[in-house]
């Protein structure tokens, strides 16, 4: 390992010891008795916002279906190699969080662990924890979301230590896919430390064929749509330079950024030819999320990338969530009509041409 490597305390490199021994297989080496052949093919990805199946401390906060209805309307369109969410919140079953003991509008979501079944029913694969409610209710219950996810084959990550490293596989090819989360909390990746960033995926970077950061950041709200050009702050709280930060990732290796965080869909850049999603805006979120205005309008990201990670295609479908229910699709095309005006906006020479139908396409790639 080089020296940034050895500086990071990796406790999983999630889902490969079953499969292979796969940061040490060189390209086209096939796995001995397996017939299995790194030899990277292109890639589908879906990627969706903050999720939230319900939460036991608030009234009616659980939904009465046991929450089988939540994913059903947009099933078609959470297919993929991988299919990756944040997760807002906790599994627990019982207890208090000392989280809001002392502070005004504050939430601390408690979601059962039976309910977790119904993001394995709905395809999701990966989860990332780098957020600022995975600590809701302590270390204790971090853990146990983190095992209990495990147990439903939901590999989560960014939490310190926690970097997934996905082998997918076609027949006997193999693509190693690499999963980075980030946030402005200590429990996790801390995006507020723009070096520690940096060196975590610069170590990363040699052990895989694509690379995604992900990352939870920003200002929250009806009114966080822009994506401004400097530092964000809620209240007293940092949460982030993230076009900085974004850029400085890509520098290090990143194929791609994913970001949520600010309840609302944000617009879309490309840097170096990569694309960075600044925000995805609420997917699922059953209680305690408000749906007012923009904050009701999501997607569900599917980018497809090449063996070594370059850019081939993405599509943000439109899609709105209601109050108390799942996402369902939107014939109105709210959603896209907003990413359209948002990159337009913030990102005039840098930003994504979004396609009526959702299809993003490099600014470089239009002829004028």
Same mark, same amino acid.
């Given at each position: 390992?080089?020296? &940034? @490597?050895?500086?990071?305390?990796?406790?999983?490199?999630? !889902?490969? +010891?079953?499969?292979?021994?796969?940061?040490?297989?060189?390209?086209? @080496?096939?796995?001995?008795?397996?017939?299995?052949?790194?030899?990277?093919?292109?890639?589908?990805? =879906?990627?969706? !916002?903050?999720?939230?199946?319900?939460?036991?401390?608030?009234?009616?906060?659980?939904?009465?279906?046991?929450?089988?209805?939540?994913?059903?309307?947009?099933?078609?369109?959470?297919?993929?190699?991988?299919?990756?969410?944040?997760?807002?919140? =906790?599994?627990?079953?019982?207890?208090?969080?000392?989280?809001?003991?002392?502070? /005004?509008?504050?939430?601390?979501?408690?979601?059962?662990?039976?309910?977790?079944?119904?993001?394995?029913?709905?395809?999701?694969?990966?989860?990332?924890? /780098?957020?600022?409610?995975?600590?809701? %209710?302590?270390?204790?219950?971090?853990?146990?979301?983190?095992? +209990?996810?495990?147990?439903?084959?939901? #590999?989560?990550? !960014?939490?310190?230590?926690? #970097?997934?490293? /996905?082998?997918?596989?076609?027949?006997?090819?193999?693509?190693?896919?690499?999963?980075?989360?980030?946030?402005?909390? &200590?429990?996790?990746?801390?995006?507020?430390?723009?070096? @520690?960033? #940096? +060196?975590?995926?610069?170590?990363? $970077?040699?052990?895989?064929?694509?690379?995604?950061?992900?990352?939870?950041?920003? =200002?929250?709200?009806?009114? *966080?749509? $822009?994506?401004?050009?400097? *530092?964000?702050?809620?209240?007293?709280?940092?949460?982030?330079?993230? $076009?900085?930060?974004?850029?400085?990732?890509?520098?290090?290796?990143?194929?791609?950024?994913?970001?949520?965080?600010?309840?609302?869909?944000?617009?879309?850049?490309? %840097?170096?030819?990569?694309?960075?999603?600044?925000?995805?805006?609420?997917?699922?979120?059953?209680?305690?999320?408000?749906?007012?205005?923009?904050?009701?309008?999501?997607?569900?990201?599917?980018?497809?990338?090449?063996?070594?990670?370059?850019?081939?295609?993405?599509?943000?479908?439109?899609?709105?969530?209601?109050?108390?229910?799942? &996402?369902?699709?939107?014939?109105? !095309?709210? /959603?896209?009509?907003?990413? @359209?005006?948002?990159?337009?906006?913030?990102?005039?020479?840098?930003? +994504?041409?979004?396609?009526?139908?959702?299809?993003?396409?490099?600014?470089?790639?239009?002829?004028?």
């Amino acid at each position: 390992m080089t020296g &940034p @490597q050895r500086a990071i305390r990796w406790r999983h490199l999630a !889902g490969l +010891a079953a499969l292979i021994a796969a940061p040490t297989m060189a390209l086209g @080496q096939a796995e001995p008795g397996t017939g299995v052949v790194h030899d990277p093919f292109p890639v589908r990805l =879906v990627f969706v !916002g903050d999720l939230n199946l319900g939460t036991r401390t608030l009234p009616d906060g659980l939904p009465p279906d046991s929450g089988r209805r939540l994913f059903r309307s947009v099933a078609p369109f959470l297919s993929g190699d991988l299919v990756v969410g944040n997760f807002e919140g =906790v599994l627990s079953d019982s207890g208090d969080s000392d989280k809001c003991a002392t502070k /005004a509008h504050c939430y601390a979501f408690a979601t059962p662990t039976w309910l977790a079944t119904r993001l394995r029913e709905a395809g999701f694969t990966h989860l990332n924890l /780098a957020n600022n409610h995975a600590n809701d %209710y302590g270390p204790d219950w971090r853990q146990h979301t983190e095992a +209990a996810l495990r147990e439903l084959g939901i #590999v989560p990550y !960014g939490p310190l230590g926690e #970097v997934a490293i /996905a082998p997918v596989r076609r027949g006997e090819r193999l693509t190693l896919v690499g999963l980075v989360g980030f946030t402005t909390y &200590p429990h996790a990746y801390n995006l507020l430390d723009l070096s @520690q960033s #940096v +060196a975590i995926v610069d170590s990363v $970077r040699p052990l895989v064929d694509v690379l995604v950061v992900t990352f939870h950041g920003g =200002v929250e709200g009806e009114g *966080a749509t $822009r994506t401004p050009a400097g *530092a964000e702050r809620l209240g007293k709280e940092a949460r982030g330079n993230l $076009r900085r930060w974004a850029h400085a990732m890509i520098d290090a290796g990143a194929d791609a950024v994913v970001g949520h965080g600010p309840h609302v869909l944000r617009g879309v850049e490309f %840097y170096r030819d990569k694309p960075i999603f600044y925000s995805l805006g609420n997917f699922a979120t059953y209680r305690g999320f408000s749906l007012v205005g923009p904050m009701a309008l999501t997607t569900a990201l599917e980018l497809n990338l090449d063996g070594t990670g370059h850019y081939l295609s993405a599509r943000i479908p439109a899609l709105r969530q209601r109050w108390r229910t799942g &996402p369902i699709p939107d014939t109105t !095309g709210a /959603a896209i009509r907003l990413v @359209q005006e948002l990159t337009r906006l913030d990102f005039p020479e840098s930003g +994504a041409r979004i396609a009526d139908d959702g299809s993003v396409v490099p600014p470089s790639s239009v002829v004028p």
